[in-house]
């Protein structure tokens, strides 16, 4: 059993930013595909990023590209988020997944594991 706990969320101003953790217990997140979803207020779960298993690049959702970057830290058995340049459309609940295929989260938006999620809200 794979346990993940979010932290890192909060309210930031338009143009900040925030990083994400998601510490994983009970196995290495290297063995899982690793990434993170949203869900904002009367909205869908959207795919925001991932890292893929077998490892190999990330892969990010076209609305975050180049302000949002994955990436994990195998001593600590972490995986983070770092979001800069932030707008109010990121404002979501984020959740750390993790999944035995890529494609459980990068296609259908949703893991095999979650955490409770963390909240963040960007002000304009």
């Known amino acids: 059993q794979v346990q993940l706990v979010e932290t890192g969320g909060g309210l930031v101003q338009a143009g900040g930013s925030l990083r994400l953790s998601c510490a994983v217990s009970g196995r290495a997140f290297s063995a899982y595909a690793m990434g993170w979803l949203r869900q904002a207020p009367g909205k869908e779960r959207e795919f925001v990023a991932v890292i893929p298993w077998p490892a190999g690049g990330t892969y990010y959702a076209d609305s975050v590209k180049g302000r949002f970057t994955i990436y994990g830290d195998n001593a600590k058995n972490a995986v983070y988020l770092q979001m800069n340049r932030l707008k109010p459309e990121d404002t979501a609940v984020y959740y750390c997944?993790?999944?035995?295929?890529?494609?459980?989260?990068?296609?259908?938006?949703?893991?095999?594991?979650w955490g409770q999620g963390t909240q963040v809200t960007v002000s304009s």
């Open positions: 997944a993790a999944a035995q295929t890529t494609q459980t989260i990068l296609i259908r938006s949703t893991g095999d594991y």
